[in-house]
């Protein structure tokens, strides 16, 4: 196994300080090494995220080449040539897990902010003393957007959250986690293959939920009780003024309406189930409050912002992959984890690769058996490596 950095390094390197998991501690589930310690229902932070996954790598007992950057992979006529800063290797098979989120998504028009504000993406991104003293405009309202924006506003500074497609969620729906809920009532499970529309489900974006102590809630309306200021999804820029959509009520409708329906599946589940009497009656969240008049633009040369960061979600990074399996918007082409048109390579850890819970920590596991039992009979049968020979190269 070859790893540029060391075990666990996007836990240890690309995380900002006060990060928590989202996902409760008796979820943090690998194969053989469950939670065992003494809060399952809290959010472990990095320092144990590491060393629990430290622990794994040395239960497991794989073979580690860490340090080795891969730099390219190509076709030969019986498999493929991995090329490291370390050397070369030749193999039959890969499996690609080298996660979904490489590098932040940011949009084009960012090279048109003036050069006065600082412009920062959560790979920048440790805490909120090394921004300047002004205000900050966070750009998206996913999982990171929120935390980030609830950090900076607690921290004292003023805070404007540029909100484009989210997916909202309580903390605890019931009495329960509402990752319990997700697991319990096999949501999570759903397969790539039972799913309507697979392409929209790979581009969800992470729910708006924080792993606090006190098991809070942070969607908008918790946000805008902090004094966060919410405008649209920020469309693009003019003359240093960033003009923001003015769809806002819409895209808080949509996610308010999908909070409702999920939440009427756990229901519809739990009643099923008869477990009623175990977990509270229903609840249903109020509604998105907008503020009186979002605003549609924002002079970013006046001085009242001092920041933007980019919350705006994470793509992986094929540029060491020279084989054509791409798609045009530069996502692998796979049939859960299969990669298409290259017999023995294979991807993990990428969203909804298997299940809708393929990118979680406790989710790789599943995919990972099926994708390696796939490998190991196409081994077997021979339907990787040499047969590439018979005119499969490019
Ligand atoms: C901000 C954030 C918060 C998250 N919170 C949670 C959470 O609360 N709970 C949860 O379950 N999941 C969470 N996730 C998802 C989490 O990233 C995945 O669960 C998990 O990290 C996936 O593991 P992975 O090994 O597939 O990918 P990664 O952890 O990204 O590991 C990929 C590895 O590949 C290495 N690599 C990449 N390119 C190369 C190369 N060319 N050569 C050699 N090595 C390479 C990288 O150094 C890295 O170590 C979060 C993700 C982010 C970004």
């Known amino acids: 196994m070859v790893e540029r950095g060391e075990v666990a390094n996007s836990w240890r390197h690309e995380r900002w300080d006060s990060l928590r998991l989202l996902t409760p501690n008796w979820q943090f589930r690998l194969p053989d090494l469950s939670y065992d310690g003494p809060d399952p229902d809290g959010y472990m932070g990095m320092t144990e995220v590491v060393e629990r996954i430290e622990r794994f790598a040395a239960s497991a007992g794989a073979r580690l080449r860490t340090g080795t950057n891969v730099t390219s992979v190509c076709r030969t006529d019986d498999g493929y040539r991995v090329t490291t800063d370390h050397g070369e290797i030749g193999c039959r098979t890969i499996v690609i897990a080298t996660g979904a989120c490489n590098q932040p998504a940011v949009p084009a028009f960012a090279h048109a902010v003036p050069q006065t504000v600082e412009q920062l993406t959560p790979f920048d991104y440790r805490e909120p003393s090394r921004l300047r003293d002004a205000g900050v405009l966070v750009v998206g309202a996913s999982a990171t957007g929120v935390q980030l924006a609830a950090e900076l506003k607690a921290s004292g500074r003023p805070v404007t959250l540029s909100v484009g497609e989210h997916v909202r969620l309580p903390r605890t729906y019931r009495g329960r986690d509402v990752l319990w809920w997700m697991d319990a009532s096999g949501v999570w499970d759903q397969r790539h293959d039972e799913l309507d529309d697979l392409t929209r489900a790979r581009r969800l974006p992470s729910p708006q939920l924080v792993g606090t102590p006190g098991r809070t809630t942070l969607d908008l309306n918790a946000l805008s009780a902090m004094g966060v200021k919410l405008v649209g999804r920020w469309a693009a820029i003019r003359d240093g003024r960033a003009l923001f959509s003015g769809g806002l009520r819409n895209v808080c409708s949509l996610a308010d309406l999908k909070m409702g329906r999920l939440l009427g599946v756990f229901d519809d589940w739990a009643s099923a189930r008869g477990i009623e009497a175990d977990v509270d009656p229903p609840e249903r969240l109020a509604p998105t409050q907008m503020p009186p008049a979002p605003g549609l633009q924002l002079d970013l040369t006046s001085?009242?912002?001092?920041?933007?960061?980019?919350?705006?979600?994470?793509?992986?990074?094929?540029?060491?992959?020279?084989?054509?399996?791409?798609?045009?918007?530069?996502?692998?082409?796979?049939?859960?984890?299969?990669?298409?048109?290259?017999?023995?390579?294979?991807?993990?850890?990428?969203?909804?690769?298997?299940?809708?819970?393929?990118?979680?920590?406790?989710?790789?596991?599943?995919?990972?058996?099926?994708?390696?039992?796939?490998?190991?009979?196409?081994?077997?049968?021979?339907?990787?490596?040499?047969a590439l020979r018979s005119g499969a190269t490019r």
């Open 303 to 386: 001085g009242e912002i001092g920041t933007v960061i980019w919350a705006t979600g994470f793509r992986p990074d094929y540029r060491w992959l020279k084989v054509p399996v791409l798609d045009s918007k530069g996502h692998l082409r796979h049939n859960g984890g299969v990669v298409i048109d290259s017999p023995g390579l294979y991807a993990l850890g990428l969203p909804v690769l298997r299940r809708r819970k393929s990118t979680f920590i406790h989710g790789i596991e599943d995919d990972a058996r099926e994708v390696i039992e796939q490998l190991a009979r196409s081994l077997a049968n021979g339907s990787v490596g040499p």
